[in-house]
């Protein structure tokens, strides 16, 4: 078993948990042992594409990791909480609610390279700790800046309508947020219907956190929020269209049919070019030999030995040097 199953992850279950029912339908399935990994987290509030790598398909979890991803999410106006999620607790509020078009104004803003500061309540380390255990214990987490890429933000469907000024939190100042200084001289005129909340699709890099990104665009807007819906729709190369759901996990798995829905191992290469090689060729890579005198393209490349993946492999000037070999 060499390849990738795509999991619709469900709410309410974390990263690991989804990693751990493929390993149950493995070896109920009686495949033996099977090396599995996944290739991004998901938050147990986030749903949507997974995907979990079998065997050697393992050793490109870290590309997986790197790759872009999609997502939709929901910003609920009105409230911030110390998570940016709909898990924590209410840290400010506003009775200031969005228009459509204030919204469409502040998204160009948030296009393109951007530096944003993670949540407290992320895994990233502070002095050898995960933030969110320093968060938990009620001390200050300070991070730094990370720059992201946005490659695309847009109003992604019809925003639910209404919704009036929230009410006050006891004890909660609501003077507790950074003003947020527009960088065009203000946001433009409100007109317009106040939306209560707004669902955004974002197409985003690596290491950019949307909770985050759900806090900023509430603050350009001039209130608070915070993330009450996230699903993520694409990773990688991989879609929800590709996205299997727990059942149909386990119902493969009684039947033994696990390969039915198990996508090979090139799935995760699909945007490398292939590099055809000879049994002879081959056996030098697989040896982590360099090669020298092959014509090709300078890059990341596949090689190949007729239809088995043999090594990603680096073409530079004429040398090509393996990157991660494949024992198939």
Same mark, same amino acid.
Request: no cysteine; proline share 7%.
């Given at each position: 078993?060499?390849g990738w199953i795509i999991l619709d992850k469900p709410l309410g279950l974390g990263s690991t948990q989804a990693v751990s029912a493929v390993k149950r339908a493995l070896r109920q399935g009686g495949y033996g042992k099977v090396k599995v990994g996944h290739g991004g987290t998901l938050d147990p509030l986030a749903t949507g594409v997974l995907p979990v790598a079998l065997g050697e398909a393992t ?62 309540? =992320? ?7 995960? +933030?969110? !255990?320093? *968060?938990? %214990?009620? &001390?200050? @987490? ?62 985003? =890099? ?7 990104? +759900?806090? !900023?665009? *509430?603050? %350009?807007? &001039?209130? @608070? ?77 596949? %090689?190949? &030995? ?23």
């Amino acid at each position: 078993m060499h390849g990738w199953i795509i999991l619709d992850k469900p709410l309410g279950l974390g990263s690991t948990q989804a990693v751990s029912a493929v390993k149950r339908a493995l070896r109920q399935g009686g495949y033996g042992k099977v090396k599995v990994g996944h290739g991004g987290t998901l938050d147990p509030l986030a749903t949507g594409v997974l995907p979990v790598a079998l065997g050697e398909a393992t050793k490109l979890a870290g590309r997986m990791l790197d790759a872009s991803k999609i997502y939709d999410f929901t910003i609920g106006f009105g409230t911030q909480t110390d998570t940016l999620d709909a898990e924590g607790q209410v840290v400010a509020t506003s009775d200031v609610r969005p228009t459509r078009a204030d919204i469409d104004a502040v998204l160009q803003l948030f296009t393109g390279p951007i530096s944003q500061m993670p949540p407290a309540f =992320s895994a990233l380390k502070v002095d050898g700790k995960r +933030a969110y !255990d320093l *968060a938990r %214990a009620g &001390e200050d @987490v300070v991070l730094q800046p990370r720059d992201v890429t946005i490659h695309a933000l847009e109003i992604a469907s019809s925003p639910v309508r209404g919704g009036g000024p929230a009410e006050p939190v006891e004890g909660l100042a609501r003077t507790s947020r950074q003003p947020f200084h527009h960088p065009l001289g203000g946001p433009p005129p409100r007109t317009g219907e106040e939306l209560a909340e707004i669902t955004l699709t974002a197409h985003v =890099s690596k290491g950019t956190y949307i909770r985050s990104l +759900a806090r !900023d665009i *509430a603050l %350009a807007l &001039e209130t @608070v929020g915070h993330v009450t819906m996230l699903r993520r729709t694409k990773a990688g190369p991989f879609t929800l269209t590709q996205a299997i759901s727990l059942d149909k996990l386990a119902e493969h798995s009684m039947h033994r049919a696990l390969e039915d829905i198990t996508l090979p191992l090139t799935a995760g290469l699909d945007d490398i070019p292939a590099l055809p090689v000879t049994p002879d060729q081959a056996r030098l890579l697989r040896q982590g030999q360099v090669l020298i005198g092959i014509a090709a393209h300078q890059g990341l490349h596949l %090689a190949t &030995e007729a239809e088995t993946p043999v090594a990603l492999v680096e073409v530079s000037g004429p040398e090509i040097r393996v990157v991660r070999g494949f024992n198939l």
